[in-house]
């Protein structure tokens, strides 16, 4: 009897032993068939989001939403009745002498003699590529005999010791750092080499340092800072570009870095008066100002809440109660005006919201969601009272498009000393167009006042921007 047990004891031991391998083998295809899942489901989500999730521009996308058969056969333009605004003034353009392009005596069709002519007016507006010249300036000179020195005076409209005057500098840093035009492609166009215009651009950015930093000591008096940043890359090194700007100004900052050093060697460490406007990245959290957090980047979050669960009605009901307080937000500053009107609104809207997210969840995505607005009530409610503060920071993002394209252009700087010309340069002259609605004569004109005049060399803040603007926010610009 012992003997039979023990046999079957043996038996026991082998099956066992086989159910607990077919076991690992069950649990080993289980985690590869929820690996496979997985790559599917980012796969499935590339080719229909590409490559940014809900932050994908639509010239990204493969199809673009908008993109139907109704929408294509639909005809652009304004609609039916409209009064157009026709041609803008043309008197700010140079104007040639005009030309008479006279008729034929006979008829091109039938031979016939024309009958008296008439004269009809016809306005065109032509172009010429620029193209650099060469001009001589002959300097007469004379010798003191007190001081006993040559003395020698200077060329009108350059600086000494270099070859390019001021209209060409001008023209290459507005060019370059305003309008994005290569270097390489001015040096195509001018006729002048590359290497010229990079060595002048450094000159140019060495001389125009004080401008820079008394952009940022103006950007800390401002009522409304926008901030954002983006990668940018600085001799093969990963590296970001970042980007603080109100409406009358822009200060760009190139570094190697995304630590929170940076925005305090912008704005400082002092207590500012103004509101920031950022997404939620930690990097602004110790600048101490008011901070109001982007409204696009939570709906976006919110989006994409619901294509995560898309089989849940507690975030589906969430997402519908909440996406549209949040688009109406964002929406306000454009459909109201007055301003106890649009107070009045934001309040509704504000205690809407805080109702939305005051509700009990169960679902841990939700709960997730509504805990970035307990965490951070102070954050998320300027615009409430201040119609000045925008709920979202989208002109940041419009306005970081310019360096993005010139990141892929480029492929970021090739020194840190191109990175240290490049935020000078494109925040001076940056901060020029935004204040001058010929940037390039403004420009120009500062430089030769700088050249001619020792007292504008030792104030050339004050030189560069003449008609600094008073620090104050207007909606309708940055709408």
């Keep these: 009897m012992a003997l039979r047990d023990l046999v079957m004891c043996h038996n026991c031991l082998r099956l066992r032993r086989e159910r607990d391998e077919a076991r690992k083998q069950l649990k080993r295809s289980q985690k590869e068939a929820d690996k496979l899942r997985a790559e599917l489901g980012r796969a499935h989500r590339t080719i229909n989001e590409l490559p940014f999730g809900s932050s994908t521009p639509s010239a990204k996308r493969p199809v673009k939403p908008s993109a139907t058969q109704e929408n294509q056969a639909r005809k652009g333009g304004a609609s039916r009745g409209h009064k157009g605004a026709g041609r803008g003034p043309q008197n700010q353009r140079p104007r040639r002498p005009s030309e008479v392009v006279r008729v034929p005596e006979l008829c091109p069709e039938c031979s016939a003699k024309l ?71 001015l040096a195509s166009i001018t006729g002048i080499a590359k290497g010229t215009l990079t060595n002048a651009m450094h000159w140019l950015a060495k001389t125009l340092e004080p401008g820079y930093d008394t952009l940022k000591a103006q950007l800390r008096l401002a009522a409304v800072i926008w901030a954002d940043e983006t990668v940018w890359r600085n001799d093969g090194a990963n590296g970001y570009a970042w980007m603080f700007r109100t409406l009358e100004l822009v200060v760009y900052r190139f570094c190697n870095t995304r630590r929170g050093t940076i925005p305090e060697d912008v704005l400082g460490t002092d207590p500012l008066p103004g509101t920031l406007l950022t997404d939620r990245y930690g990097g602004y959290n110790g600048i101490r100002m008011a901070r109001q957090f982007c409204y696009a980047h939570l709906l976006r979050d919110l989006q994409d809440l619901q294509k995560e669960f898309p089989d849940s009605d507690e975030v589906r009901q969430f997402v519908a109660e909440l996406a549209p307080l949040l688009g109406a937000a964002m929406g306000l500053r454009r459909e109201v005006r007055d301003l106890r009107a649009y107070r009045r609104r934001a309040r509704r809207l504000m205690a809407r919201i805080r109702s939305a997210i005051g509700h009990s969840a169960r679902h841990p995505g939700v709960q997730s969601y509504q805990d970035i607005f307990r965490r951070h009530p102070d954050n998320l409610y300027h615009w409430v009272k201040n119609p000045e503060v925008p709920p979202d920071n989208n002109y940041a993002e419009r306005s970081l498009r310019q360096t993005v394209i010139a990141r892929k252009m480029s492929y970021g700087s090739q020194s840190q000393r191109g990175a240290r010309t490049r935020e000078i340069l494109m925040s001076v002259v940056g901060t020029i167009a935004m204040r001058n609605d010929d940037p390039w004569a403004a420009l120009r004109d500062a430089l030769n006042r700088i050249a001619e005049s020792p007292p504008a060399k030792r104030h050339i803040p004050k030189t560069l921007f003449p008609n600094a603007l008073p620090q104050t926010e207007s909606r309708q610009a940055a709408a």
């Design 115 to 185: 009958g008296p002519a008439s004269t009809r007016d016809r306005t065109l507006v032509g172009c010429e590529p620029a193209q650099a010249f060469t001009r001589t300036v002959r300097l007469q000179e004379a010798w003191c005999p007190c001081c006993r020195k040559t003395i020698r005076p200077q060329a009108p409209g350059a600086f000494p010791r270099l070859l390019l005057d001021n209209s060409c500098l001008a023209y290459v840093a507005v060019e370059h750092y305003v309008n994005g035009v290569t270097l390489g492609r």
